[in-house]
């Protein structure tokens, strides 16, 4: 009877041999089945990083041939071990987070993938475990679980908000806070409060559904509803805040570049006794009319330096949405680099924490 191929090996069992134009390592994995499991199905793993670092991988057994340039190479062996090392302790490792660790690696060849991808934020519901996907991130949750006021400002899709919310959630599953306040400016792209029909909450729920959306990300939508109704969830316009005091509370102020001065100063002193605040924003995408100067960038400057505070910044890099999504944010940043936006600039905005 004829042997079958194995479905976990990619097209090519045998090891080309090595280029005059680049060199060729070969790494040997100690346990087969785990080897198999980063291998991909049909050896799609290999394929992946492959094609994302140049180089040609070619896999049998538990051994890998990795040809190409010597850095290329090399991190590729890098990459490869430290996967390996996850799946070692568990991890549940998907095709995303192939590049997520590829990005991470060629820009820092001292990062820990096991101290960023094994960092679990522990929250409800279908989604029990989520943890950051790119070193900001890491630095974020770092952020959030040190100080009592973080600041996260950077392009959509990196996080910012998702991430404030399950470590809001996973707080007050931990009883670490009573409640979770999230709130956001009603100011979407010029539009008003008055031409939307209905009573004020018809009118403000369309701008809160991103909040709602996140929430039923990490909690089923019958227990959500259920802490809504009791009000250890409240979803609020920011104007809401106003002459409050937010004691044992998570608090997250999203799209926070919509605010006006007055409004930021107002949020912020809402912070009551052992409560934590948490504000997003994309300073590249302020909503406000021209002569209206926003809050996020302006507090950038007044509270820079003071303890207990922290901002972290995101860049494209940190981009965790479908790959376009990075691209897209890289385009606009070049295009508005080169002079379509001269004003709302805020200090550097690279990817890290000041205090």
Same mark, same amino acid.
């Given at each position: 009877?004829?042997?079958?191929?194995?479905?976990?090996?990619?097209?090519?069992?045998?090891?080309?041999?090595?280029?005059?134009?680049?060199?060729?390592?070969?790494?040997?994995?100690?346990?087969?089945?785990?080897?198999?499991?980063?291998?991909?199905?049909?050896?799609?793993?290999?394929?992946?990083?492959?094609?994302?670092?140049?180089?040609?991988?070619?896999?049998?057994?538990?051994?890998?041939?990795?040809?190409? =340039? $010597?850095?290329? #190479?090399? /991190?590729?062996?890098?990459? +490869?071990?430290?996967? @390996?090392?996850?799946? &070692? !302790?568990?991890?549940?490792?998907?095709?995303?987070?192939?590049?997520?660790?590829?990005?991470?690696?060629? =820009? $820092?060849?001292? #990062?820990? /993938?096991?101290?960023?991808? +094994?960092?679990?934020? @522990?929250?409800?519901? &279908? !989604?029990?475990?989520?943890?950051?996907?790119?070193?900001?991130?890491?630095?974020?949750?770092?952020?959030?679980?040190?100080?009592?006021?973080?600041?996260?400002?950077?392009?959509?899709?990196?996080?910012?908000?998702?991430?404030?919310?399950?470590?809001?959630?996973?707080?007050?599953?931990?009883?670490?806070?009573?409640?979770?306040?999230?709130?956001?400016?009603?100011?979407?792209?010029?539009?008003?409060?008055?031409?939307?029909?209905?009573?004020?909450?018809?009118?403000?729920?369309?701008?809160?559904?991103?909040?709602?959306?996140?929430?039923?990300?990490?909690?089923?939508?019958?227990?959500?509803?259920?802490?809504?109704?009791?009000?250890?969830?409240?979803?609020?316009?920011?104007?809401?805040?106003?002459?409050?005091?937010?004691?044992?509370?998570?608090?997250?102020?999203?799209?926070?570049?919509?605010?006006?001065?007055?409004?930021?100063?107002?949020?912020?002193?809402?912070?009551?006794?052992?409560?934590?605040?948490?504000?997003?924003?994309?300073?590249?995408?302020?909503?406000?009319?021209?002569?209206?100067?926003?809050?996020?960038?302006?507090?950038?400057?007044?509270?820079?330096?003071?303890?207990?505070?922290?901002?972290?910044?995101?860049?494209?890099?940190?981009?965790?949405?479908?790959?376009?999504?990075?691209?897209?944010?890289?385009?606009?940043?070049?295009?508005?680099?080169?002079?379509?936006?001269?004003?709302?600039?805020?200090?550097?905005?690279?990817?890290?924490?000041?205090?």
């Amino acid at each position: 009877m004829k042997k079958q191929r194995s479905s976990q090996t990619t097209a090519e069992e045998t090891f080309p041999p090595e280029s005059q134009s680049g060199v060729m390592e070969k790494v040997i994995f100690d346990d087969p089945q785990i080897a198999n499991t980063l291998f991909g199905a049909h050896g799609e793993n290999l394929r992946r990083i492959g094609r994302t670092i140049g180089v040609k991988i070619n896999s049998k057994g538990n051994t890998v041939a990795i040809q190409g =340039d $010597d850095i290329d #190479v090399h /991190l590729s062996k890098r990459v +490869l071990n430290d996967l @390996y090392g996850l799946l &070692k !302790k568990g991890y549940p490792l998907y095709p995303s987070d192939i590049d997520y660790a590829i990005r991470m690696i060629s =820009d $820092d060849r001292s #990062v820990n /993938l096991e101290d960023v991808f +094994l960092d679990a934020v @522990y929250v409800s519901g &279908k !989604k029990k475990v989520i943890t950051p996907k790119s070193l900001a991130q890491k630095r974020y949750i770092d952020a959030m679980r040190k100080h009592d006021l973080v600041i996260g400002i950077g392009p959509a899709g990196t996080g910012k908000t998702y991430l404030a919310m399950a470590m809001a959630v996973a707080s007050l599953m931990k009883q670490e806070v009573d409640r979770i306040v999230l709130t956001r400016p009603a100011v979407e792209a010029g539009e008003k409060l008055g031409f939307l029909p209905g009573d004020i909450a018809e009118k403000v729920n369309p701008y809160l559904r991103p909040l709602y959306d996140a929430l039923h990300d990490m909690m089923d939508f019958e227990r959500a509803s259920r802490l809504v109704e009791r009000g250890v969830i409240e979803v609020a316009p920011l104007a809401f805040m106003r002459g409050r005091t937010l004691n044992d509370s998570f608090v997250i102020l999203d799209e926070a570049q919509n605010t006006g001065s007055d409004q930021m100063k107002m949020f912020l002193t809402r912070l009551g006794f052992h409560s934590k605040a948490v504000i997003t924003g994309d300073i590249t995408q302020v909503d406000l009319p021209e002569n209206k100067i926003s809050g996020l960038i302006e507090v950038q400057g007044i509270l820079k330096g003071i303890e207990g505070i922290a901002f972290v910044y995101f860049s494209d890099k940190d981009v965790v949405r479908h790959p376009l999504v990075q691209e897209i944010v890289k385009a606009y940043e070049a295009y508005e680099k080169n002079g379509r936006k001269a004003s709302h600039q805020g200090p550097d905005a690279s990817s890290g924490i000041q205090r």
